[in-house]
Each structure stands twice: as C-alpha cells, then as structure tokens.
C-alpha cells in the first residue's frame, strides 16, 4: 500500500515583507544620496585655514558630500588632531547645507627655531611645530631660549614676555595694525617692525594711546624709511620720526 505523500505549505508573506523591506530600504537610500547632496558650506572661526581647506578636511572620503553620512558621522563627535586647530563640530543646517564650527587654538606669536615656526600661547606654551608660516601671527625675537618641546613653555628667563606679546597682537587687532615683528631688547623694552618702519615702544607704560596713534603716523609717512619715537609718548605728544636712506 503506497503511502500518500504531504506537502508542507511554506507561507509567502515572510518573502514579501523582506522584500518590500529591501525595496523601501533601497529606495530611502537612494533618495538620501540624490538629494541630501552638500550644495552650501558655512565655516565659522578660522583663521588659519581657509573654508575651502576647512571643508576638505571635514566632508572627506565615501559619501563625504552627503548631509546624513555627515550627521551620522559627527554626531555628538568632535573633530580633533588637526594642526592649530582644538576642535571642530559639524551641524546639519538643511538637507543641503552643513555648519562648520572652528575653535583654532590661541596662538599669541612664534619664534624661529631650527629651521620651523614654533608657535605658542599666551603662557608660552608651544601648541605648533610647522613649516607653514601662518599669516596674521607675528614673529617675535629677543627672546633667549636653548630648546623648546611640545606643549611645554618656552625655557625664558622672564615668562611674563608672552602676556606682553599676546597684548601687542590684540592690540594691533584692535587698531587695524600688520606688523611683522615683535622684538624685545637686551634691557626688556619693545620695539615694533612695520615692513621698513622701526617702532620704539619702550615699555608697556600708555601703551594702549602708543599702538592708537601708529595706523595714522604709518599712513602719513607713504612708504618712507626709518624709526618712530613712542618710548616718551603720551596721549597728545608729538611723535618723532627719524628718516633712514
């Protein structure tokens, strides 16, 4: 007697589901790379780095272009090990467009040392080791040192330098000042650089009225060579200007 054989009746819907889930996952993906594309870039804080370069370093690689690998990828993430750079955060303004936000590191001068630009903070900490010089930062000299390592204090004799440095350069902020060079004498007084112009500061006594009166001095003398007087100066002096061939 032959025994009748039983089918097993597998169910369909399993197939479906899956499939239907592939599909939609499929196209979500595609609709996610098609017009979730980076089209606009706003970078906030640098200094150092253009926004083209600051954008370079954060949308590169695999879908780097894409606003939601973005947000996947520097969510409650900050973007660190970047030279003169302590942090970056990346924000998702539109499916189109990203904010970059840029904390540079507090670079007060540099100092030429074996052939690179040691930059440093206003304690006179070294932050950066480069070859690039970065524009906006002045060189400053005078300072006597015989080593310097990474993240420690430059080895002067008198620290309280870097406060003063770090003053210059907010100072010249403030007043629309471009100099080239911050030097401090053998007997601790100050001497500006501005291209072929000298500047005697003296020390730091009025030196807020000093740097206040330089932009239009600089202006008046149109490219002529030699050294201004301000060690004596007070608020409505006159100023002296000792011409150099």
Same mark, same amino acid.
Request: glycine residues 8%.
């Given at each position: ?105 507090? %670079?007060? $001068?540099?100092?030429?040392?074996? +052939?690179?630009?040691? #930059? ?7 932050? *950066?080791? /480069? ?89 008046? %003398?149109? $490219?002529?060579?030699?050294?201004? +007087?301000?060690?004596? #100066? ?7 200007? *000792?011409? /150099?061939?």
């Amino acid at each position: 007697m032959k025994k009748k054989s039983s089918r097993v009746k597998v169910p369909v819907w399993p197939y479906i589901l899956t499939g239907t889930i592939i599909l939609v996952l499929a196209i979500s993906i595609a609709c996610v790379i098609r017009f979730c594309h980076v089209k606009a870039v706003i970078v906030d804080g640098n200094i150092h780095y253009s926004d083209d370069q600051i954008a370079a370093m954060v949308m590169d690689g695999f879908l780097g272009d894409n606003t939601v690998f973005l947000y996947l990828k520097y969510r409650d993430k900050e973007i660190k090990d970047v030279p003169f750079i302590e942090t970056m955060s990346v924000t998702i303004e539109s499916r189109d467009t990203i904010r970059i936000t840029v904390f540079e590191k507090s %670079l007060a $001068g540099y100092v030429e040392y074996m +052939d690179r630009y040691i #930059y440093f903070d206003r304690t006179g900490t070294v932050v *950066e080791s /480069s070859q690039v010089l970065t524009p906006g930062i002045p060189m400053v000299t005078g300072l006597s040192f015989d080593h310097c390592i990474m993240y420690e204090p430059l080895p002067v004799e008198d620290p309280s330098l870097f406060e003063k440095v770090l003053d210059i350069s907010q100072l010249m902020g403030k007043y629309g000042l471009n100099g080239d060079r911050i030097h401090f004498a053998q007997d601790g007084s100050l001497v500006l650089f501005f291209g072929d112009v000298e500047v005697l500061i003296g020390n730091d006594d009025f030196i807020d009225e000093k740097m206040m009166v330089l932009p239009d001095i600089l202006q008046k %003398l149109g $490219g002529q060579k030699g050294t201004i +007087d301000l060690t004596e #100066y007070v608020s409505g002096d006159t100023v002296t200007f *000792e011409k /150099s061939d």
